[in-house]
């Protein structure tokens, strides 16, 4: 059964309310209206008594502040003399492993103008449930109505009937989910001139140049590790970008000085973050499963210690998968940048680093063998969000460019 969570005409069923959003035209891209409701959205989120539990919050605010907004608008100016367009209705089927992901892709289709639907997960999560609090208090407040009144929120237990009805209405489809519900998903039709996008399972990777940790001040190597901290542990490690394994580059015994302080550092920031008993139970299972199938493990501190590193001589993408994070990494030691792009492949989303050039990075890059790594970024912002994303730009899916000719 469907629940909506926040629409301007709570009473409406949900065919009423598609037969009306099809109704309703666009709002021009990067209009005033549009740019208002983000701006506005985006102060209010500073003002949430969750702010301080979920610092993430934070992170969103952050990036759709009016600066942000500007230079989002420049980018999506066109210069051939085109004119963008909405796409349409955007129907969003949001994941339920990162509870704020769906409002970036979701803001982002609002600025260009859309109409949207976006299917929620029926967990429950605090952080999920304050940004609709402020879509209730707009509409209470009579602000921003012509984005409200474009605006579906709503969350049902996986029912295709309701997927095909909403999919067969809308112009684009964005999929954020694993690949079996990806899968699934682009099984259900869309409308002919539909465009789909789907952002499936995809993993992130670290490689740290060890003579960059050795030499580090004990300032800077705190400040680091917290940093990292933040790249693994918000989100229990769930997001697509959190490291799941950790590269050093150098000599032996450079990598072991590396580590010899890299560990302490991260331990000592990790005590900041809640480990629960459940984490803490499917870290230790995941390191027994790995040591069964991986004859070569070694178990580089005690079962108890947080984060858990274990070392492994190789770490393809297999070995990723077999592990679901809660605090656990698996580490490898290379002798140089150049040895990491055989053990990468597509599902390596983003790589984190620490300690190499642009020359380095760009070199690693042209190494691959395949398609994986679709962004390049330093430790402490493996989470940021990008209008680019999986190598595809949000905002051009989000709008057409029609073409204008005069001659």
Not at 26 to 42: D, I, K
């Amino acid at each position: 059964m469907t629940a909506l969570l926040y629409t301007a005409h709570q009473d409406d069923a949900l065919p009423t309310q598609l037969e009306r959003l099809r109704n309703l035209s666009p709002l021009p891209c990067f209009s005033p209206a549009t740019r208002g409701f983000v701006e506005e959205f985006s102060r209010r989120i500073l003002k949430l008594p969750e702010l301080r539990r979920y610092p993430e919050l934070a992170t969103l605010s952050h990036w759709f502040r009016p600066a942000a907004i500007d230079q989002l608008c420049r980018k999506a100016a066109i210069a051939d003399g085109s004119v963008m367009l909405p796409r349409g209705l955007v129907f969003h089927l949001a994941p339920a492993n990162v509870d704020v992901l769906f409002a970036y892709a979701w803001l982002l289709s609002v600025l260009c103008g859309n109409r949207n639907v976006a299917r929620l997960s029926q967990k429950p999560g605090a952080q999920r449930d304050a940004l609709i609090g402020i879509l209730h208090d707009f509409q209470q407040e009579a602000l921003f109505p012509e984005v409200l009144q474009r605006t579906v929120l709503l969350t049902y237990p996986h029912n295709d009937a309701i997927t095909r009805e909403i999919s067969t209405a809308c112009h684009a489809r964005i999929i954020w989910g694993g690949d079996a519900t990806v899968t699934h998903i682009r099984s259900i039709p869309l409308a002919p001139l539909a465009l789909e996008m789907a952002f499936p399972d995809r993993f992130g990777v670290a490689v740290v140049r060890a003579d960059a940790i050795a030499s580090m001040e004990a300032g800077a190597l705190s400040e680091l590790a917290r940093r990292f901290c933040n790249d693994m542990l918000w989100f229990g490690q769930q997001a697509c970008s959190s490291p799941r394994c950790l590269y050093w580059v150098g000599e032996p015994d450079r990598i072991a000085a590396a580590k010899a302080v890299f560990w302490p550092a991260m331990q000592a920031q990790a005590a900041q973050f809640e480990d629960e008993p459940a984490a803490l139970m499917a870290r230790v299972t995941d390191a027994y499963l790995l040591a069964a199938r991986t004859p070569d493990l070694q178990l580089a501190d005690t079962l108890a210690t947080y984060p858990l590193h274990l070392t492994v001589p190789y770490a393809d993408g297999h070995l990723r998968e077999q592990q679901s994070g809660h605090g656990l990494v698996i580490e490898v030691d290379l002798p140089t940048l150049h040895a990491l792009a055989v053990q990468l492949d597509d599902r390596d989303q983003t790589l984190i680093q620490h300690g190499f050039s642009h020359e380095d990075l760009a070199a690693l890059l042209r190494d691959l063998p395949n398609r994986a790594v679709d962004r390049v970024v330093p430790i402490g912002r493996a989470l940021d969000f990008h209008h680019i994303w999986d190598g595809s730009d949000l905002l051009r899916i989000f709008s057409r460019q029609t073409t204008l000719g005069l001659h």
